[in-house]
């Protein structure tokens, strides 16, 4: 069974929108985009060309899809030999076609697609950016691996990672590293369900449950 990678860049309070450049809307009319820029480094460099150094395939959304077809191919920096190879699957509801080399438009249902993928024989699956693909692979539960990049800023605005559609899971710390910038790599693997306990004693279990009833 091929491995699934969500691959992201976020702020400390979890926003995942425009991290590259002011070209995306912003919700609710502030423009922080390009807010990542200012924390490159050689040490995150290298951590992004470990995860694009080993075969993969591409998962994904409309919007993320139309920023790379329009970068990748034009460019002769490092990456772009990796990224024109690999095999794009596009999730999208309004493309009819997707011109970028190598790349499959996704038709009918998402996710039975994506599951189907992910038991077909192939490298590991990643979705870099495609913030509303994840909604739905979250949803679905079909992602196995987080690889965060998490920057020290705040934003308060934009759209999150973990949204609504998030189902509750266990995960395992597979790796840290903090580069000299403070951008904080995390990969997090599926761990199973989540482990439920309380540090509470009776009495304070009995307080919070008549808390709860005054609550509701």
Known sequence: MRQLMVQTFLTLDGVMQ???????????????????????????????????????????????????????????????????????????????????????????????????????????????????????????????VFSLLIFPLLLGTGKRLFADGTIPAGLKTVDVTTTSMGVIAMRYERAGDLKYGSFAGREATEVRKQLAKEEG
């Open 18 to 144: 425009g991290p590259g450049g002011p070209g995306e809307r912003w919700d609710g009319g502030a423009d922080y985009g390009g807010w990542s820029t200012g924390y490159w480094d050689d040490q995150l460099s290298g951590i992004m060309g470990e995860i694009t150094g080993r075969p993969f395939d591409l998962l994904l959304g409309r919007k993320t899809y139309a920023i790379f077809a329009a970068h990748w191919p034009r460019t002769d920096q490092p990456g772009a030999e990796i990224f024109n190879n690999a095999t794009k699957h596009v999730a999208s509801r309004t493309l009819d076609h997707v011109d970028w080399q190598n790349s499959i438009l996704i038709k009918g249902d998402v996710a039975h697609y994506v599951r189907e993928l992910k038991q077909s024989d192939g490298p590991q699956i990643q979705v870099h950016g495609s913030g509303n693909l994840i909604q739905t692979l979250l949803e679905h539960d079909l992602v196995d």
